[in-house]
C-alpha cells in the first residue's frame, strides 16, 4: 500500500522509536539486558509508597475511583488539579498567573508535538519557520514532532573543560543566529540528554532576544523545579506571558499515566485544549487525581527536595568516581552532571561511530542511546556528534555499575587495539 509523505517518516528507524522498543524489549527479555538506554525514572521506594497510599485511599471512597476512571475531563484538564497547580506556582515563586495560563496534556511528547506546529511549519503566505534549539545536543523525543521537514535549527555549543575528566556545553551566542525564519526558541533545563543546567544568565539572555525578537521561548523543566527536582544546581525560574514552560509527572514517579502540562498566556493555552479535544478529546486524569493532594498541600515540593533528588544524586556521584576510575588512560570526558537522569559520555577521537558502539554493546548485553540522536537541526558536519553516548544512572546499582564496566572495557579495547 502507499503511504503519504507524512506516513513514509515513521517507515524508516526513528531515534524515540527505537529508544522505547528497547526499553520495551528489555523488560521482557530473558536474560534482561541492562538497560542503561531508557528514561524510565527510578523506582523510589518513598515516593512509590505514597502514591500507594493515595490510590488506596482513592479506592476507599465511595464512588470516587469510579470518577476518576469513568468520567472525561475538560480538554484543558482536571480543573481541581490545575488550580492546585496556580496555588503551587504562586506560592513557590510569587508567578503571576491564573487557572487559565496552565492546560494538560497526555504527557510531554503531546506537549511538544502541538507547541511546536503552533509555531513553526508552513503559514499561510507559503512562508516556513522552525524552533531554533540554541544548546545542541538536545532531546531526542523532539526529533520527528514536527509536521514538516527541516523543522528544527540548531545551534552548535561552546564546550568548556573542566577538571577531572569533566566539561559543560555553554550557549554560544555568538553563533546565535535569529532569522525570521525562527518561529520559537526552546530548550530543556537540565538538559536531556546531557543533564546540563543552562544558567540563569543564559536564559535571561535568550529570554531578551525571544522578546525582541517577537517569538515564544520555551522551557522544558521535564526534570526541574519545583518537581520533580532532579536538577543539582540553584537556578530562578521564570514565567512571563512570552515564556512557555512545559512540566510533566513522570520523572516524579507516574510515566505511566502521561500527564503533561503547559504554562503559557492564555491564548496558548486555549490552543491547546482544543488540539486536545481533536486529538484525544481530553487529558487523563489518573495522573492528576493520584498528584491531586500532594499538590494542594505543597507537600509535592518537600518530597521533590528531601526525597528525589537526594536520591538521584546520590546515585549519579557513584556513577561519575566509576568512570574517572575505569576509563583511566582513555581519552574520555563526562559532560558536567547538573541534572537529570543521565551521564553524557564524549570519546574524542573514538575509532568507530557512537551507532556503531550501540551495536556492540548491545551484542554484549548492554543498552545505551547513540549521541547521533540528539542533534536535530544541526545538519552540519562535526565529528562530535559521533562520539558521544547517553547513559541513564537511574537503574538498580548493582544493574549500573555492571553495565558501566562493560562500556569501560569495550571503550578501551576499541582505543587499544587503533
Not at 484538564?77 to 498567573?97: M, Q, T
Not at 549500573?400 to 582505543?415: C, F, M, P, R
Request: charge should be negative; include cysteine; glycine fraction near 8%.
Amino acid at each position: 500500500m502507499e503511504h503519504s509523505d507524512f506516513g513514509k517518516r515513521f517507515a524508516g528507524k526513528i531515534g524515540i522509536g527505537e529508544l522505547m522498543d528497547d526499553l520495551g524489549n528489555a523488560l521482557v527479555a530473558d536474560p534482561a539486558p541492562l538497560m542503561l538506554g531508557g528514561g524510565n525514572p527510578s523506582h523510589v521506594p518513598q515516593v512509590q509508597a505514597l502514591f500507594r497510599k493515595r490510590m488506596e485511599a482513592i479506592l476507599a471512597e465511595p464512588g470516587e475511583f469510579e470518577r476518576l476512571i469513568g468520567n472525561y475531563d475538560t480538554p484543558q484538564g482536571s480543573k481541581s488539579f490545575i488550580e492546585a497547580l496556580v496555588e503551587l506556582f504562586r506560592n513557590e515563586f510569587g508567578w503571576n498567573l491564573g487557572p487559565e495560563n496552565i492546560g494538560l496534556t497526555n504527557g510531554s511528547q503531546n506537549s511538544f508535538f502541538y507547541l511546536f506546529n503552533l509555531f513553526a511549519g508552513r503559514f499561510g503566505d507559503s512562508r516556513r519557520k522552525k524552533i531554533l534549539l540554541p544548546l545542541a545536543p538536545e532531546y531526542i523525543g523532539y526529533s520527528e514532532v514536527g509536521l514538516e521537514k527541516d523543522f528544527f535549527q540548531a545551534n552548535r555549543p561552546e564546550i568548556s573543560r573542566l577538571n577531572d575528566h569533566i566539561f559543560k556545553y555553554q550557549v554560544d551566542f555568538e553563533s546565535l543566529e535569529l532569522t525570521d525564519e525562527v518561529g520559537a526558541i526552546c530548550f530543556s533545563r537540565p538538559t536531556n540528554p546531557t543533564g546540563n543546567v543552562v544558567t540563569d544568565e543564559e536564559v535571561n539572555r535568550l529570554r531578551e532576544l525571544a522578546s525582541r525578537h517577537g517569538v515564544p521561548l520555551v522551557i522544558d523543566n521535564a526534570y526541574g523545579t519545583p518537581f520533580p527536582n532532579i536538577i543539582y544546581e540553584d537556578v530562578r525560574p521564570v514565567w512571563d506571558e512570552n515564556t512557555i514552560v512545559c512540566m510533566s509527572l513522570s520523572k516524579l514517579g507516574l510515566p505511566g499515566l502521561r500527564t503533561g502540562i503547559v504554562i503559557a498566556q492564555q491564548e496558548v493555552i486555549q490552543i491547546v485544549s482544543r488540539m486536545t479535544s481533536v486529538f484525544s478529546l481530553a487529558p487523563g486524569g489518573v495522573g492528576p487525581g493520584l498528584a491531586l493532594d500532594l499538590v494542594s498541600s505543597g507537600e509535592i515540593t518537600r518530597i521533590s527536595r528531601e526525597i528525589i533528588r537526594p536520591f538521584y544524586e546520590s546515585k549519579v556521584k557513584r556513577a561519575v568516581v566509576q568512570l574517572q576510575e575505569e576509563m583511566s588512560g582513555v581519552p574520555f570526558a563526562i559532560h558536567k552532571p547538573e541534572g537529570a537522569l543521565f551521564l553524557w559520555l564524549w570519546f574524542e577521537d573514538l575509532p568507530i561511530t557512537s551507532r556503531e558502539l550501540y551495536e556492540r554493546l548491545k551484542k554484549k548485553g548492554v543498552l545505551v542511546v547513540s549521541g547521533h540522536y540528539f542533534f536535530p537541526g544541526l545538519d552540519e558536519p562535526w565529528r562530535h556528534k559521533d562520539e558521544c553516548i547517553r547513559v541513564t544512572y537511574a537503574q538498580d546499582d548493582e544493574v549500573v555499575e555492571k553495565g558501566l564496566s562493560i562500556i569501560a572495557d569495550e571503550v578501551k579495547q576499541l582505543y587499544s587495539s587503533q
